[in-house]
């Protein structure tokens, strides 16, 4: 079955360190392109952070550079959002999301809540 299972999300004050994981599985890991997404409230989704199947260095979001890295481990399938000094604008559902870089297709996860409050 290919699915991504993201995981890690929860509540944090603000300030605080969050590092969510996304495992991939049913699917040849190193042909997709992997990003984090994420959806608050009220607001359209929106690209965090991308790192794609050949680079091994992330594109972030202005809104998260300097305190948010990702990074990709392609021996265990599995992708990680490091997050850093969380603000309460980061509170949103985290969504992982993988498109293949030849054939453009496409997988969502679940999804993993991320609060930031005091």
């Known amino acids: 079955q290919v699915q991504l299972v993201e995981s890690g999300g929860g509540l944090v004050q603000p300030g605080g360190s969050l590092r969510l994981s996304c495992a991939a599985s049913?699917?040849?890991?190193?042909?997709?392109?992997m990003s984090w997404y994420r959806q608050a409230p009220g607001k359209e989704r929106e690209l965090v952070a991308t790192?794609?199947?050949?680079?091994?260095?992330?594109d972030l979001a202005d809104s998260v550079k300097g305190r948010f890295t990702m990074s990709r481990d392609n021996a265990k399938n599995t992708v990680f959002l490091q997050m850093n000094s969380l603000q309460p604008e980061d509170t949103a559902v985290y969504y992982c999301h993988a498109r293949h870089r030849i054939l453009r297709s496409v997988l969502w996860g679940q999804g993993t809540q991320v609060t930031v409050s005091s």
């Open positions: 049913g699917l040849t890991f190193s042909n997709y392109d």
């Open positions: 790192i794609t199947s050949i680079r091994s260095t992330a």
